[in-house]
């Protein structure tokens, strides 16, 4: 019997393979309609097993569940040119991506053993963390940055209602891949930026 747990991980996989044919040279200049029913037929097709088991499956097996705030960056992927809507802007999506890698470089380093505390304790309940969180996404709403109160809001709902099978708040949060695209999206921001001044 297919646990919940596998429903929520074999979506979230297909919405990631979905979102990276989005992402694909040309897909996005479809027309809307077409690309609605492209979108539509990859995620089907990603869900139907070949062989034994679907493609989001073998996807799954390699990335593992993905944080749900990947997951909320990836729908985002697909939402913007099926249906033209843009919701961020350049300065909230690197506000967004500089409290990803501060999370991660706090996080992942200390919590494979280097230094003498484990933040990721926190995320079993910690009434500190969660304060924080709280006044991060007020802070969020403050400055107009919906997607990250948006990315706080629903990581926190679905660790309350034990969404993934782990229980810690930081699995809701952040996951490796998602760290991995924030420092790389930074960096190569970092870069372009520097390439501007030297022509300028």
């Given at each position: 019997?297919?646990?919940?747990?596998d429903i929520t991980?074999?979506?979230?996989?297909?919405?990631?393979i979905t979102a990276?044919?989005?992402?694909?040279?040309?897909?996005?200049?479809?027309?809307?309609?077409?690309?609605?029913?492209?979108?539509?037929?990859?995620?089907?097709?990603?869900?139907?097993?070949?062989?034994?088991?679907?493609?989001?499956?073998?996807?799954?097996?390699?990335?593992?569940?993905?944080?749900?705030?990947?997951?909320?960056?990836?729908?985002?992927?697909?939402?913007?040119?099926?249906?033209?809507?843009?919701?961020?802007?350049?300065?909230?999506?690197?506000?967004?991506?500089?409290?990803?890698?501060?999370?991660?470089?706090?996080?992942?380093?200390?919590?494979?053993?280097?230094?003498?505390?484990?933040?990721?304790?926190?995320?079993?309940?910690?009434?500190?963390?969660?304060?924080?969180?709280?006044?991060?996404?007020?802070?969020?709403?403050?400055?107009?940055?919906?997607?990250?109160?948006?990315?706080?809001?629903?990581?926190?709902?679905?660790?309350?209602?034990?969404?993934?099978?782990?229980?810690?708040?930081?699995?809701?949060?952040?996951?490796?891949?998602?760290?991995?695209?924030?420092?790389?999206?930074?960096?190569?921001?970092?870069?372009?930026a520097l390439l501007?001044?030297?022509?300028?």
């Amino acid at each position: 019997m297919i646990h919940f747990t596998d429903i929520t991980g074999l979506a979230g996989s297909a919405v990631a393979i979905t979102a990276m044919i989005v992402l694909l040279p040309g897909v996005a200049r479809l027309q809307r309609p077409y690309l609605a029913l492209l979108t539509c037929s990859i995620a089907i097709l990603a869900l139907i097993p070949f062989g034994g088991l679907p493609l989001a499956a073998y996807v799954r097996g390699v990335t593992g569940d993905l944080s749900v705030t990947s997951l909320l960056l990836l729908t985002l992927t697909i939402l913007r040119p099926v249906c033209g809507w843009l919701p961020t802007d350049a300065r909230e999506k690197t506000a967004l991506l500089t409290l990803i890698v501060v999370a991660a470089v706090g996080l992942y380093p200390m919590a494979l053993g280097i230094g003498y505390f484990d933040p990721y304790s926190l995320g079993y309940g910690n009434p500190w963390l969660l304060g924080g969180l709280l006044l991060l996404a007020l802070v969020a709403c403050f400055r107009r940055f919906p997607v990250v109160a948006l990315a706080i809001a629903l990581a926190v709902f679905a660790w309350g209602l034990g969404w993934y099978e782990s229980g810690n708040l930081w699995d809701y949060l952040l996951d490796p891949l998602l760290a991995i695209y924030a420092i790389g999206a930074l960096l190569l921001r970092g870069i372009q930026a520097l390439l501007k001044l030297r022509r300028a």
